[in-house]
T-cell receptor
Framework: AQSVTQLGSHVSVSEGALVLLRCNYSSSVPPYLFWYVQYPNQGLQLLLKYTSAATLVKGINGFEAEFKKSETSFHLTKPSAHMSDAAEYFCAVTNSGGSNYKLTFGKGTLLTVNP | ETGVTQSPTHLIKTRGQQVTLRCSSQSGHNTVSWYQQALGQGPQFIFQYYREEENGRGNFPPRFSGLQFPNYSSELNVNALELDDSALYLC??????????????FGPGTRLTVL
């Protein structure tokens, strides 16, 4: 079984400050890991993904995440927050050896960016 | 290229009724997955269809059923609606399998309210 824990249901930062959203996973097999962003009343947009290549993954909109197997973590960072980054962020995991790649999501972290 | 589309956008039903939600996959995609996202929660996997056959199911009762058509579009049917079925229902399509992970592209969702 796989699971994802996102620490902090709500993170608030000032514009220009570092964004750090935390994600820890549990998986009995090598995982594939993802970060998605959801804006109000919209579907999910993929920010970045780890599929067993480089452990430091760069995504869209200046976001990046580092896969740390020893810590079972995949935290999302952005050096400088922008007002447009305000949204809900979901970390997800899937089984690299699976047949259907079903995604297991965390409960989400709402990011607020203050001017 | 048209992305994943879902209809209707919003729907209001009463307890005990039946509902059908529709999803058109992205051009060239042959796999469709459905997720339920309750308010304040991450999406939960309902089931996946590949080449018109169910290919994996999450922890949802049999009153949640689906179909995939020859053009790879899909329907999600829910019978005997309960109040807890109120949620955003997300559809995601994936391209033909290449042996490695195939990204899931999400539609905007259908917001179902059960009164």
């Amino acid at each position: 079984a796989q699971s994802v824990t996102q620490l902090g249901s709500h993170v608030s930062v000032s514009e220009g400050a570092l964004v750090l959203l935390r994600c820890n996973y549990s998986s009995s097999v090598p995982p594939y890991l993802f970060w998605y962003v959801q804006y109000p009343n919209q579907g999910l947009q993929l920010l970045l993904k780890y599929t067993s290549a480089a452990t430091l993954v760069k995504g869209i909109n200046g976001f990046e995440a580092e896969f740390k197997k020893s810590e079972t973590s995949f935290h999302l960072t952005k050096p400088s927050a922008h007002m447009s980054d305000a949204a809900e962020y979901f970390c997800a995991v899937t089984n690299s050896g699976g047949s259907n790649y079903k995604l297991t999501f965390g409960k989400g972290t709402l990011l607020t960016v203050n001017p | 290229e048209t992305g994943v589309t879902q209809s209707p956008t919003h729907l209001i039903k009463t307890r005990g009724q039946q509902v059908t939600l529709r999803c058109s996959s992205q051009s060239g995609h042959n796999t469709v997955s459905w997720y339920q996202q309750a308010l304040g929660q991450g999406p939960q996997f309902i089931f996946q269809y590949y080449r018109e056959e169910e290919n994996g199911r999450g922890n949802f009762p049999p009153r949640f059923s689906g179909l995939q058509f020859p053009n790879y579009s899909s329907e999600l049917n829910v019978n005997a609606l309960e109040l807890d079925d109120s949620a955003l229902y997300l559809c995601a399509s994936s391209p033909p399998r290449t042996g490695s992970y195939n990204e899931q592209f999400f539609g905007p969702g259908t917001r179902l309210t059960v009164l």
